[in-house]
């Protein structure tokens, strides 16, 4: 017998409220929208690309909506800074990665840029951390309540090359060439202190024909993100920002590079795949009844069996079966193309909890003990960075924690 068509058949009713190779729900465009009639005066698209304004309580690229293009780029300390616990040295760096910050944003080149017209205006936002290596009594920086390193997982094949950090930038767009460019300026302008460890790049369809915000597909064909907390609502807040102490508008953030079995999947039927998922590929509604963003009902039976299964990744991940633990989930496609055309696809995923340990170690060791997609999915790196707080205008990236 085919071993893949005989782990298919243990899966009976596979559902998932979450969409994905994490934790945090799929799915597609609004809800019912495509099956309403036509308003007479339909929601005008926003006007793309634009400038976001760098300042604010929060570091604005955590809650912006996803862009077309996204790199995370993990740098580390240099040895010499490392040993000495050399603070005012992070602290020059976070100065010149605030004028940069403040320059792209605005679609400018930064001081010395050899080609400036590189840096357009582009929806373009810059999301700055700390790794645990630079966080904690040795540096004299507190760290945020449950900021910790995630544990081994029996399920992850972490590659080094894919792992670890102890400077985050990661920077999302409208296009690829201004984001390349910027994360080149921030590396370039980051050598005199650290160097770089691993640049990952992915890419994401958050907007639709007309421009208007969308939720976006993972490459299993599934949308991806509709049980997010929606920026802007005390769900929101509550999950995501820490409110108290000098991390006060910050947040953490895990980055999980998920290696995807494509050809695997691509063997199963529509319906096995949407057993899996727990939600219908086609626009997202769960399997249980309702749109997009309804939610699964985990008490649905049909003929006599869960359909939500008990291993299903909906069941695994669902907020009641975690105690109401919550994530903020974006992602980012990737696929990587070998010389001899053989290639590796997958997720980068980015998970945001205002307490890691707390909200994101619980829901993914569910996930790692039984969970339905483990069949395809693989985590082959795994890093974790505390975010920092936003900064006002004369201000600069950290200041709270490094003046």
């Known amino acids: ?25 799929g799915a597609g465009v609004v809800g019912a929208q495509a099956l309403e009639e036509t308003p007479a005066e339909p929601a005008r698209p926003e006007v793309l690309p634009r400038v976001v304004s760098p300042y604010g309580v ?26 000495s616990r050399d603070r005012e040295s992070l ?9 940069d910050v403040e320059s792209l944003s605005a679609g400018r080149g930064t001081p010395g840029d050899t080609a400036p017209w590189l840096a357009a205006v582009a929806d373009l936002t810059v999301t700055v951390g700390l790794g645990p290596g630079l966080v904690g009594e040795e540096w004299g920086i507190a760290a945020p309540e449950g900021f910790a ?20 930038v990661l920077v999302a767009g409208a296009d690829a060439t201004t984001v390349g460019h910027a994360v080149r300026r921030l590396v370039a302008d980051a050598r005199p202190f650290a160097t770089l460890r691993w640049r990952q790049q992915g890419a994401w369809r958050g907007r639709d024909e007309q421009g208007r915000p969308q939720t976006g597909r993972n490459l299993f064909g599934q949308v991806d993100g509709s049980a997010n907390p929606k920026p802007g609502t005390d769900l929101f807040d509550t999950t995501v920002w820490i409110d108290r102490g000098p991390w006060a508008g910050g947040t953490t953030l895990v980055v999980r590079r ?7 999947w691509d063997e199963l039927t529509r319906a096995e795949q949407e057993e899996s998922v727990g939600r219908r590929l086609d626009d997202g509604a769960p399997l249980t009844g309702g749109t997009e963003l309804s939610d699964v009902d985990l008490a649905a039976r049909k003929d006599g ?7 299903a990744h909906a069941r695994r991940t669902h907020p009641s079966t975690n105690g109401g633990r919550r994530l903020f989930r974006k992602g980012a496609n990737y696929e990587l193309v070998g010389a001899g055309g053989e290639s590796e696809t997958g997720l980068i995923f980015q998970s945001f909890q205002r307490n890691l340990t707390g909200q ?42 490094l003046a």
């Not at 390193?149 to 985050?168: C, F, I, N, T």
């Not at 998920?258 to 695997?264: A, E, G, H, N, V």
């Not at 069996?305 to 291993?311: D, F, G, K, L, T």
């Not at 790692?368 to 975010?387: C, H, K, P, Q, R």
């Open 1 to 25: 017998m085919n071993p893949s068509l005989g782990r298919r058949r243990l899966l009976g009713y596979v559902g998932t409220a979450v969409a994905g190779a994490a934790a945090g729900a």
């Open 58 to 83: 929060h570091q604005p690229g955590v809650a912006a909506h996803p862009t077309a293009v996204t790199e995370v780029v993990a740098l580390d300390l240099r040895p010499e800074l490392t040993r």
């Open 91 to 99: 602290a020059r760096l976070m100065r010149v990665w605030t004028g």
């Open 149 to 168: 390193r995630v544990p081994a997982m029996k399920h992850d094949r972490l590659q080094e090359e894919w792992s670890g950090g102890d400077l985050l």
């Open 258 to 264: 998920i290696r995807m079995d494509l050809p695997t």
């Open 305 to 311: 069996r869960w359909v939500i299964a008990e291993e």
């Open 360 to 401: 994101f170690v619980p829901i993914q060791q569910m996930m790692d003990a039984a969970d339905a997609l483990n069949e395809w999915i693989t985590a082959v790196g795994s890093a974790e960075f505390a975010i920092l707080p936003g900064f006002a205008e004369g201000e600069w990236l950290g200041h709270q924690l």
